[in-house]
């Protein structure tokens, strides 16, 4: 079984400052990892996917996750926050099946 | 790559009517999924699509009140049978594609209910 921790429901940041979502998991296989993100009456996009190459994987609009094997984490960042990064943030993971299971997601707000 | 059509896109249903949603994919794909994510909620999978065969239901879900047709690699529908507001959700079609290197998963727009 595989299962998803978002730690944070909600996370607010300045526009500029830095972004961290939190992101836990636990799975029987070697997992495949994602972050997606929906902003508001949109569809799901890809920011960037982890499947047991690099640990540090670089995605779109600058963000990045570190894959972390012996804490189970998988955390998103970015360096500087910008206004259109208001969304909400999925942390997912992918058994051998591929079926995928979210996490409750985090959304996150960006104060001008 | 795959690009993923799904019909309809936003829909008002009344209580006790049935609606069915169509998935479209431009390419032949090994698998597909039906998600449903409730409002303010984030995604649940509903069932595996198989070709061919009875779909396989996640704990919760059962096919007399969400049956699932994939006749074909490319083409699946989900039907909401006997709606009731708690179906309002939003209804997503989620394909693997085989690519060059390594498996992709595509999510369609999704689809909007709202059942008054």
């Known amino acids: 079984a595989q299962s998803v921790t978002q730690l944070d429901s909600h996370v607010s940041v300045s526009e500029g400052t830095p972004v961290l979502l939190r992101c836990n998991y636990s799975?029987?296989?070697?997992?495949?990892l994602f972050w997606y993100v929906q902003h508001p009456n949109k569809g799901l996009q890809l920011l960037l996917k982890?499947?047991?190459?690099?640990?540090l994987v670089k995605g779109i609009n600058g963000f990045e996750a570190e894959f972390k094997k012996s804490e189970t984490s998988f955390h998103l960042t970015k360096p500087s926050a910008h206004m259109s990064d208001a969304a909400e943030y999925f942390c997912?993971?992918?058994?051998?099946?591929?079926?995928?299971?979210f996490g409750g997601g985090t959304r996150l707000m960006v104060k001008p | 790559s795959a690009v993923i059509s799904q019909k309809p896109s936003r829909d008002i249903c009344q209580r006790g009517t049935s609606l069915t949603i169509q998935c479209q994919v431009d390419?032949?794909?090994?698998?597909m999924f039906w998600y449903r994510q409730q409002p303010g909620q984030s995604l649940t999978l509903i069932a595996t699509?198989?070709?061919?065969?009875?779909?396989?239901?996640e704990s919760g879900f059962v096919i007399d009140k969400f049956p699932i047709s994939r006749p074909n690699l490319t083409f699946s529908t989900l039907t909401v049978s006997n709606m009731s507001p708690e179906d309002s959700s939003i209804y997503l079609c989620?394909?693997?594609?085989?690519?060059?290197?390594?498996?992709?998963?595509?999510f369609g727009e999704g689809s909007w209910l709202t059942v008054v």
């Open positions: 989620s394909v693997v594609s085989a690519d060059r290197v390594e498996d992709t998963i595509y």
């Open positions: 799975s029987s296989y070697s997992p495949s």
């Open positions: 982890y499947t047991s190459a690099a640990t």
């Open positions: 997912v993971v992918s058994d051998a099946g591929n079926m995928l299971t």
């Open positions: 390419s032949q794909v090994t698998m």
């Open positions: 699509a198989n070709q061919g065969s009875e779909a396989t239901y």
